[in-house]
């Protein structure tokens, strides 16, 4: 673990993770600093959600050194996944049932190199590879007429919503790996989410179940 997190952090990501659920909801609008940077982060995808209009990709070699890109999490040390670990995708979907990272290599891998947001101001940038959501909604057989999808992490019951555009965007991946390499403790191994159109604090990390 490279740095303390004062209580006000571990406030502010759980109060992300209320704000995730509020978004799918346009009669409950969004107030204060959170509420701020959603409806920039919504700005933002709004463009490049346009069909065919992919975020660009980093310069080969235009990395954030590994000790220089934050590793932030809410528990008070690095959350380790259970022995069992495996995630679970229900809720509206025609075939429910877990994942193993075995399975989800197993399926067509998608690499990411864009530059990553975070809402407290800093940039960095990183390889990514994993699986795209998309390729598992087809899987799970995804209902279309869900308009969320809700990502939960065991790092503390932290958790998100996503519009479905957002999570059906081919920048939009489960990523199991980071600069080549299986993805580390800290920054979310051993899947987390990744994406081209979503602020950090919208990334879940150590996710856990899919709904």
Same mark, same amino acid.
């Given at each position: ?6 209580l006000s ?6 109060? %992300? ?23 920039f ?11 065919g ?68 101001g800093w940039?960095?940038? %990183?390889?990514w ?17 869900a ?6 992490s ?19 991946i ?28 919208k ?9």
């Open positions: 673990m490279r740095r303390t997190r004062p952090r571990r406030r502010l990501l759980l109060g %992300a993770g209320a704000a995730g659920l509020a978004a799918c909801d346009s009669s409950n609008p969004h107030a204060g600093f959170l509420g701020a940077m959603e409806r982060n919504l700005r933002v995808q709004s463009g490049l959600l346009r069909p209009l992919l975020a660009p990709t980093e310069p080969e070699g235009s990395f954030t050194p590994e000790e220089a890109f934050p590793d932030y999490f809410i528990s008070p040390t690095v959350p380790l996944p259970p022995p069992d670990w495996a995630l679970e995708v229900g809720g509206m979907v025609a075939r429910p049932r877990t994942f193993t990272v075995e399975d989800l290599t197993r399926m067509p891998r998608t690499d990411l190199r864009v530059r990553h947001h975070c809402v407290e940039s960095a940038v %990183a390889s590879h994993g699986v795209q959501l998309r390729e598992l909604a087809s899987i799970v057989g995804a209902d279309p007429r308009p969320c999808l809700e990502f939960r065991f790092d503390s019951g932290y958790w998100s919503t996503w519009d479905r555009e957002s999570a059906l965007h081919p920048q939009s489960l990523a199991y790996g980071m600069n080549g390499e299986p993805l580390l403790p800290g920054h979310g191994a051993p899947l987390r989410l990744y994406a081209a159109v979503k602020l950090g604090y990334m879940v990390k150590y996710l856990t179940e899919v709904n």
